[in-house]
T-cell receptor, first 113, second 111 residues
Framework: GQQLNQSPQSMFIQEGEDVSMNCTSSSIFNTWLWYKQDPGEGPVLLIA?????ELTSNGRLTAQFGITRKDSFLNISASIPSDVGIYFCAGQLQETSGSRLTFGEGTQLTVNP | NAGVTQTPKFQVLKTGQSMTLQCAQDMNHNSMYWYRQDPGMGLRLIYYSASEGTTDKGEVPNGYNVSRLNKREFSLRLESAAPSQTSVYFC??????????FGPGTRLTVL
């Protein structure tokens, strides 16, 4: 079953506001990834995190790999209308063999101009 | 370089019909995956192939079969479609143990 809890499920914000979303788990992850899915498209990788405590930025996006290796957050600064979409966290569980990922349920972001 | 391609983009089936969803990648990746996406449930892994010649069940394999035809292609087959299989299906591929690249999806409706 689902081993990642992603919150919030949805967000409605005004253009220019900052956004924060997070994922937590009771299990330890080796890798955390953040994806964005535009309507009618497949998910696209935004940021990949490989070490506990790692803080990585990609333009207006910043993500961190939690020290406990059980959580991660994604921040979006100064949101714009094209930030609209579904954001997914994903991770590789420490005990998972091969190259499987576990996905969160997604955060639906709406940005009002 | 097209990345991951999927066909068809849309499909409507009647209950009991069969069909095969096609996926191909041109990135020379070893691993390929099939997911389904349902509202409020994120992405759930159906089957995956860690390397050419191997396939393994994911979280929700019942009602599906897969074939890793070669390194480039990984197909998903529904032998007898059911309304519960109405979903959006995504294929993905990866080289490393983490970063996966997704196709545009196949939107399947089973009546």
């Amino acid at each position: 079953g689902q081993q990642l809890n992603q919150s919030p499920q949805s967000m409605f914000i005004q253009e220019g506001e900052d956004v924060s979303m997070n994922c937590t788990s009771s299990s330890i992850f080796n890798t955390w990834l953040w994806y964005k899915q535009d309507p009618g498209e497949g998910p696209v990788l935004l940021i990949a995190l490989y070490k506990a405590g790692e803080l990585t930025s990609n333009g207006r996006l910043t993500a961190q790999f939690g020290i406990t290796r059980k959580d991660s957050f994604l921040n979006i600064s100064a949101s714009i209308p094209s930030d609209v979409g579904i954001y997914f966290c994903a991770g590789q569980l420490q005990e998972t063999s091969g190259s499987r990922l576990t996905f969160g349920e997604g955060t639906q972001l709406t940005v009002n101009p | 370089n097209a990345g991951v391609t999927q066909t068809p983009k849309f499909q409507v089936l009647k209950t009991g019909q069969s069909m095969t969803l096609q996926c191909a990648q041109d990135m020379n990746h070893n691993s390929m995956y099939w997911y389904r996406q349902d509202p409020g449930m994120g992405l759930r892994l159906i089957y995956y192939s860690a390397s050419e010649g191997t396939t393994d069940k994911g979280e929700v394999p019942n009602g599906y079969n897969v074939s890793r035809l070669n390194k480039r292609e990984f197909s998903l087959r529904l032998e007898s479609a059911a309304p519960s299989q109405t979903s959006v299906y995504f294929c993905a591929s990866s080289e490393s143990l983490d970063t996966q690249y997704f196709g545009p999806g196949t939107r399947l409706t089973v009546l």
